[in-house]
């Protein structure tokens, strides 16, 4: 009996010992207060990945194809307005599309539900913070099923070829999204 109690306080001390760490896990890959520490690079030169195609609406309602963007490094950013997080790194992007638009592209694309997340919402957004990167909406979710976006922020960082070198979960400042960028190059 007494072997049987043992057991069972060790199972239940190592079932929340686990518990700990892997909260710990989550909230550094997922809520870090931005950095390139939640930046990976992806692929190899001699097993390159190709990013995935999908279909997103711009600002003017017309639907374009991320692989249209190909020919120029490309910053694939999945956003919404109610992200605490994604608040926090519009700056960097903002202030690295300024500096980098022409060489760069920068495709945020925003999670448009038409509830939690509305065009009115966005347009207001951008004007209110003067913000002047282009925007995208994923209105069906082919993207970000396509990506395997599970939580925002997530960006992911493409050359010009084609080719996904980079991804991050959860929020960058400037240098993560400049190494990420470099990455791109």
């Not at 599309?97 to 919402?121: C, P, S, W």
């Not at 970000?144 to 992911?156: E, K, L, Q």
Request: proline residues 3%; aromatic residues 12%; glycine residues 8%.
């Amino acid at each position: 009996m007494e072997n049987k109690k043992t057991k069972l306080l060790f199972g239940m001390v190592a079932f929340v010992a686990l518990l700990i760490v892997a909260v710990f896990v989550y909230n550094h890959f997922v809520d870090s207060e931005g950095s390139s520490e939640n930046l990976v690079s992806i692929g190899e030169e001699d097993n390159p990945i190709v990013a995935t195609d999908f279909v997103m609406t711009n600002e003017q309602n017309e639907e374009v194809q991320l692989s249209g963007f190909f020919g120029k490094p490309i910053v694939l950013n999945f956003w919404a307005t109610w992200c605490p997080s994604c608040v926090a790194e519009s700056p960097y992007f903002e202030k690295l599309y300024q500096e980098m638009g022409d060489e760069v592209h920068f495709i945020k694309v925003n999670l448009l539900d038409g509830q939690r997340e509305t065009r009115a919402r966005v347009d207001d957004y951008m004007i209110n913070n003067d913000y002047h990167f282009p925007v995208y909406f994923d209105i069906t979710g082919e993207g970000a099923a396509n990506y395997g976006v599970r939580s925002i922020p997530f960006s992911i960082f493409i050359d010009a070829n084609g080719y996904v070198v980079g991804a991050a979960q959860g929020t960058l400042d400037e240098a993560g999204l400049r190494q990420g960028i470099r990455m791109a190059q």
